[in-house]
């Protein structure tokens, strides 16, 4: 497990630390609840780019982790399992206080997110409409990447670019999201 970090996870981060749901919050539950965090980076004086995307639910299935980075045209795609209420699959690792971690033998990361610039909240004009009469939290902020990279035994430090999302509530994209830019 990664140590946890000097500053406050939510002075730093606010909503998108908030703890992943251990169980479906009151309204009916007849739609899954989702505990989704993605952040996605771009280093391009190294040609280097990366996307985690984490999703887990006390009551749905689809419960996956998923990382792919490629630098210089290398290219790792990781497709793992979750369990119920954690961002930790036996590869991949996203800590809510800002780190990434991967250990798998063609990609290995240890990345430290800084957050960048406001936070984006879009919880409030309901861009993703609520379901079950709860609202879908939705957060997005910009952040700086750094950390050590090997990937097919290449080695690199990034200097990266990026965002991070979190969200959180009852959803199912199909019927509750009719167009949707990012």
């Known amino acids: ?18 703890p992943i749901h251990t169980a479906v919050p009151e309204g009916d ?21 990366g996307t985690l995307h984490v999703s887990t639910s006390p009551n749905a299935e689809g419960r ?57 909240d879009y919880t409030g004009g309901a861009v993703i409409p609520p379901m079950n009469g709860a609202p879908v939290h939705h957060y997005q902020r910009t952040v700086d990447v750094t950390g050590p990279c090997r990937i097919h035994g290449r080695e690199l430090t990034l200097s ?7 969200t959180w509530g009852y959803r199912d994209e199909s019927v509750n999201i009719k167009e949707y830019f990012w």
């Open 29 to 49: 539950g007849q739609a899954a609840w989702k505990d989704n965090a993605y952040v996605s980076f771009w280093d391009p004086a190294q040609r280097a780019f």
């Open 64 to 120: 996956r982790a998923r990382m792919s980075m490629s630098v210089d045209g290398a290219l790792v795609e990781l497709l793992e399992d979750l369990e119920p209420a954690s961002y930790q699959s036996d590869s991949i690792e996203f800590d809510l206080g800002g780190r990434i971690a991967v250990d798998s033998p063609d990609l290995a990361l240890k990345l430290e997110l800084t957050p960048r610039l406001a936070l984006g």
């Open 160 to 166: 990266a670019t990026g965002i991070r999302d979190r």
């Open 1 to 18: 497990a990664m140590e946890a970090s000097a500053i406050s996870t939510s002075e730093t981060w606010g909503p998108l630390a908030r």
